[in-house]
């Protein structure tokens, strides 16, 4: 029968941060893939193995008028686009897995620009598996024979574990086995072909120190945050939730069988860790059979083809592993069953979709509201980190807005100490993504500001350890102490009988004490030979004790030389860091001075520039505005000459008719006095007269008003050029002689851009009531000049006017009134037969001539 076990002792409950308040921080990698064609332009250099360098593309310079500067930004490490996915994962994804085997938390995730290379970092190719594989597989090889049985550990509902004995862990398994379908995929089934070459890793790789005393189980969940909802890729529906069955109308059929997906909620548990309500967890047992369930998992994620990417990841993929330990009892041989005990470490490992512009995807409908949510998130992760970096940095207290996103909502607790994390920054080199990777830079920039506190050492007390491998055999000696034990009874001698048959008998006890004094005297002798040799090798272990001391001594007078050598040599970095510092604070501020020297030179020039425009166009002015000048006294000079030659051939055309008519009148009253004639009086030639006027006159020639003519058009002096004739709908018809004619002209009522482009002429008829009630009609010329912009202008240069005159509103009927004095002063001396005569033949005489003559023949002024 076995005794009663004692209880374990619980271990210490320790507080968040009480251990230690060293921080890290966010370890940032940056991974550039190879261009797609290697003709194309590349904008990002690889300088060493922390740095990398932006270079602006040829088109991006010539947007910004050549005003660019190169970048340079230093990360963790950098990885060239001909690192493999082996080297990757042994410096990023590598200590990860370490610290989950040795109970404490991870993020992973990868962040990048569409088609930056982050499904591939995290999945893989065939035959070049991804991180996501090599973890699983680096898992598996650590605990493979230290997990426990299938259902030992139970999940339960509260982001925690529960165990089960041997006896219902049998249980269930069988229960799980009977049913038709199994729920969680066997391992012993063969791989599938389509993925199989992603976890075929060649390279073995297990983690150190693992606790042999403690049993292991191995949980992954798969989950997508889509549109700023939770989804869960393994949950178990009876028909594919992503691609439902459309009908004709465009809305879903109606099946049974379709059941939509299920948003989940994010709940906080005693802990205070944030985790995905009602998130299906399954238990694996090995690398193959956790690629299938994510692989699963997979097939239902939201991808899209973009114009940037054909398989374009639409949400963020969150891969848990959740790994359980633990410890066996104090025999060794069962799992404890103290919940207490349970150490739950989780790796998480997060495929981020891109952030895209939605005018380079050229996304419509359904995709342009996804690429806002994406960029939505990723925006808000950016404000929590700028968040959390500002109150590290200043001391401030501000609120992190985790609560904006679920992405950030679910991760806050490894921000706040919970785990280490870790980006890897995936870039584009190709030119089309720079301004898109510049942004991406700058992100992690900051992102490596900001520190996480180092996680609590979860340590299993109370237990002794080695328990697994000991007692073998517990129910009692081994062979060899046996062994050992009849070789030194049989180095003694025989007892003798020690049967007493007579009372009298005195031989057999004499005899009998003495073989025990033999004995005795044996045993004392084999005592002291032992104490000898355990004195002397004592002796030996105390000179080995001295030697070990001396060579300690020597040792350590070795190790003080080489620490005050590298104390030293520390001192010689101090200075060279002081002094390095110096300098980059010089180069600096004499970089700062240059930056402030070009942009005082750049605004010179451009002053220098403007005043240069200014002078140019003050100087094209004078000279237009001397033109201008010029032409308006050439203008006027001309214009002032015809007047006056106007002026002096109606002078002289008045002094002409005033004669005639005075003639005209002797000649009648000599008639009237002599005789009457029945002749009519000579009119007097005045055609060469009016030639010679009109020649020099820019009024038109005198037209007699007596006979209907055919309507003569006026011909314009640029008939040459092709016309637009404006005359407005609200215009009056003049029916008139002279009428303006232009050909080749395009008439129009509305001035429009299509009529102006086809001609170099511009002609507008303008109307307008005159002062003595006639109309006035203007024509208001112009050329029509093209302008930068691609429109027409029209410079006006030049007015014609059209003024009709009625002869009843130049001439009227004269009466034998009081006429004004003359302007010398003297009056006529005419008789009333005179008057007479004089306003008959004026009027005959009105009659006959057309509207360019006026008579000015003043009738005789009676006396009062």
Request: glycine share 6%.
């Amino acid at each position: 029968m076995k005794p009663a076990r004692a209880k374990t002792p619980r271990k210490p409950l320790v507080k968040k941060g009480s251990q230690t308040n060293l921080k890290d921080p966010v370890g940032v990698y940056c991974r550039v893939r190879p261009l797609s064609f290697p003709d194309h332009e590349c904008c990002i250099e690889v300088i060493n193995n922390t740095t990398v360098q932006l270079h602006p593309p040829e088109g991006y310079r010539l947007i910004r008028n050549g005003d660019y500067k190169e970048t340079q930004y230093s990360f963790k490490q950098v990885f060239g686009t001909h690192t493999t996915q082996k080297e990757l994962f042994d410096v990023v994804a590598s200590p990860l897995v370490d610290d989950l085997i040795h109970g404490k938390n991870g993020l992973l995730f990868t962040y990048g620009v569409t088609g930056s290379g982050k499904t591939h970092t995290m999945i893989g190719s065939p035959g070049e598996g991804g991180l996501l594989p090599r973890c699983l597989n680096m898992i598996f090889n650590s605990i493979g024979s230290f997990q426990a049985k299938r259902y030992v550990f139970k999940s339960n509902d509260r982001n925690s574990m529960d165990i089960q004995c041997e006896v219902d862990a049998l249980l269930e398994r069988q229960k799980r086995e009977a049913t038709p379908i199994p729920k969680t995929p066997s391992s012993k089934r063969q791989v599938d072909p389509e993925f199989a070459d992603m976890i075929n890793v060649q390279e073995f790789c297990k983690a150190e120190e693992v606790d042999e005393d403690s049993v292991y189980g191995a949980f992954v969940s798969y989950f997508e945050i889509y549109n700023n909802y939770i989804y869960d890729l393994l949950e178990e529906v009876p028909f594919d939730p992503i691609k439902p069955k459309w009908n004709s109308c465009s809305t879903p059929a109606k099946n049974t069988d379709f059941v939509l997906p299920q948003s989940k909620m994010l709940r906080e548990d005693k802990n205070h860790n944030m985790y995905v309500a009602g998130c299906t967890e399954v238990e694996v047992k090995s690398t193959e059979e956790a690629f299938e369930v994510f692989w699963r998992g997979q097939k239902k994620r939201r991808i899209a083809n973009t114009h940037l990417n054909r398989e374009s990841s639409r949400s963020h993929s969150v891969f848990n592993i959740k790994l359980v330990q633990a410890p066996l009892d104090a025999d060794g041989d069962n799992v404890l069953q103290e919940k207490e005990q349970i150490i739950i470490s989780q790796l998480s490992l997060v495929d981020l979709a891109g952030s895209e512009r939605t005018n380079r995807t050229k996304a419509e409908g359904n995709r342009l509201r996804e690429a806002g949510n994406i960029n939505q998130s990723l925006m808000t992760l950016r404000t929590c980190i700028e968040v959390l970096r500002e109150n590290q940095m200043y001391g401030t207290n501000k609120m992190v807005p985790y609560r904006d996103s679920k992405l950030t909502h679910l991760f806050k607790n490894y921000f706040d100490g919970e785990g280490k994390v870790r980006m890897i920054v995936c870039v584009n080199p190709k030119a089309e993504d720079y301004e898109e990777s510049l942004q991406v830079m700058r992100f992690a920039e900051v992102t490596q500001e900001v520190e996480v506190s180092r996680p609590v050492e979860k340590v299993i007390c109370g237990l002794t350890p080695g328990r697994r491998y000991r007692n073998q055999a517990r129910g009692g000696p081994t062979g060899d102490e046996l062994l050992v034990a009849d070789v030194v009874l049989q180095s003694f001698p025989p007892l003798p009988s020690c049967e007493i048959l007579d009372i009298n008998d005195e031989q057999t006890l004499p005899r009998l004490i003495e073989a025990l004094e033999k004995r005795h005297d044996l045993r004392q002798m084999m005592t002291d030979e032992f104490n000898k040799q355990a004195n002397a090798f004592k002796a030996l272990l105390q000179d080995f004790d001295n030697a070990v001391s001396n060579k300690e001594n020597y040792i350590q007078g070795k190790l003080n030389e080489k620490e005050k050598l590298i104390s030293g040599q520390k001192l010689e970095i101090e200075r060279l860091e002081k002094k390095n510092k110096t300098l980059e604070y010089k180069i600096e501020i004499l970089e700062k001075t240059t930056t402030i020297y070009e942009e005082d030179k750049r605004t010179l020039q451009q002053e220098l520039e403007t005043q240069n425009q200014k002078l140019q166009r003050q100087f094209s002015d004078k000279r237009r505005l001397e033109a201008r000048f010029q032409g308006m006294v050439t203008e006027t000079s001309m214009k002032w000459q015809k007047e006056c030659e106007r002026r002096v051939a109606a002078t002289q055309l008045e002094m002409q008719n005033k004669l005639w008519v005075k003639d005209e009148k002797l000649k009648q009253l000599k008639a009237i006095v002599t005789e009457p004639k029945t002749e009519k009086p000579e009119r007097p030639s005045r055609e060469r007269d009016r030639e010679k006027v009109t020649q020099r006159s820019v009024s038109p020639a005198p037209v007699p008003t007596a006979p209907p003519i055919r309507v003569r058009h006026r011909r314009s002096r640029s008939a040459g050029d092709r016309w637009v004739d404006h005359k407005p709908a609200s215009n009056v018809q003049t029916e008139t002689v002279m009428q303006p004619h232009v050909p080749h002209a395009i008439t129009v009522s509305v001035a429009n851009e299509k009529a102006l482009a086809k001609c170099e002429k511009y002609m507008l008829t303008h109307q307008e009531l005159a002062s003595d009630g006639e109309i006035e009609t203007k024509l208001i010329k112009g050329d029509v000049f093209k302008t930068r912009g691609g429109g027409q202008s029209v410079q006006f240069t030049d007015i014609e006017t059209l003024k009709q005159e009625l002869p009843n509103g130049s001439r009227k009927r004269r009466s034998a009134t009081v006429t004004p004095a003359q302007p010398d002063g003297t009056e006529s001396e005419w008789t009333d037969v005179e008057t007479r005569c004089s306003v008959a033949v004026e009027m005959r005489a009105g009659s006959q001539l057309g509207p360019g003559y006026q008579h000015h023949a003043q009738p005789k002024r009676k006396k009062p």
